[in-house]
């Protein structure tokens, strides 16, 4: 597998982007240089583990039974636009519908 190699310009443009960590594995170079403007830009630079989402709070996330159709049609179409129209539109809602049957009040 092909490594991925973060070069000083590269830092450059994911702080432009507004990206805040990178993942550095062992299929992720970062060279000197890079590592140094990460620094001097605010990109922290950690183990795939330390970013992961921390797991919700039971409760956190509460969808009042009112407005589920509202919550699921808005995640539904925010998820094809981000994913494109190869993806299974009919799957995604059940996925949505799924997760926000979970969280309803």
Do not use: C, F, H, W
Not at 18 to 29: P, S, W
């Amino acid at each position: 597998m092909p490594k991925t190699i973060y070069t000083e310009r590269d830092v450059e443009d994911l702080a432009r982007r507004g990206v805040k960590e990178i993942a550095v594995t062992d299929e992720v170079y970062v060279t000197d240089v890079a590592r140094e403007r990460a620094e001097k830009l605010g990109i922290a630079l950690r183990a795939p583990s330390a970013i992961a989402a921390p797991a919700p709070t039971p409760g956190a996330l509460n969808v009042p039974r009112e407005n589920a159709e509202q919550v699921i049609a808005q995640v539904k179409a925010d998820v094809l636009a981000k994913l494109g129209s190869n993806v299974d539109a009919a799957l995604i809602e059940r996925i949505v519908r799924r997760v926000v049957s979970q969280v309803q009040s």
